[in-house]
């Protein structure tokens, strides 16, 4: 299980997998991702960047994908929402498939929640929604530690309601371990409900 990661770590898992130009474009994905959420912290104290990074390696180490645009995407899917970093920034740095990603991740608060993720899973790559669910997928294995129970309450729902069926129509593995951590993200909050 991938809890804290450092960068050094996923540097290394793609030593073996990338080129050097690619190694470095994801170094630099980590760069701009690390300086747009500089200061900000987790529900559970943690500095933010952390999510994203653990979000990339899971890609790797649980996926099996080493897709450079995915990984640098995985890096910085929350960048746009959270910073003044903006989508032709990123297309500049990193490429249009990159800047599609990243920017078709960035929920705006204008949209609901079905039709944001309805324009995830329509793109023409399915590299998008496998971001979504490992960001998904680290959100629920981090929930039982947020001290905001309308939060996990609402985490909850969500994941039984759009995201676990997103997970059965792309990814066995991603379906397995959505299903399993939301049982856990039940349990806990239902013993918090028990405690009230």
Avoid at 16 to 35: F, H
Avoid at 99 to 122: M, R
């Amino acid at each position: 299980m991938v809890y804290e990661r450092s960068y050094e770590y996923l540097a290394e898992r793609l030593k073996t997998r990338l080129n050097e130009p690619e190694v470095e474009q994801v170094q630099l994905a980590y760069e701009v991702a690390s300086r747009a959420h500089e200061g900000q912290m987790r529900d559970e104290g943690s500095p933010y960047i952390l999510h994203p990074l653990r979000v990339a390696v899971s890609l790797i180490d649980e996926l099996d994908i080493d897709s450079p645009a995915l990984v640098c995407a995985a890096l910085l899917h929350d960048v746009i929402e959270d910073s003044p970093v903006t989508r032709e920034q990123i297309a500049g740095m990193f490429g249009e498939e990159v800047a599609e990603i990243v920017w078709l991740l960035t929920k705006f608060d204008d949209v609901s929640l079905p039709d944001y993720l309805a324009a995830i899973e329509a793109a023409s790559d399915e590299g998008a929604t496998i971001v979504k669910l490992c960001d998904r997928l680290d959100n629920l294995r981090f929930l039982a530690h947020s001290p905001k129970l309308e939060k996990k309450r609402r985490y909850v729902r969500t994941t039984e309601i759009f995201y676990l069926p997103m997970a059965a129509r792309t990814n066995d593995y991603l379906y397995g371990e959505l299903k399993r951590w939301l049982e856990e993200a039940r349990s806990h909050l239902g013993s918090i409900e028990l405690d009230r």
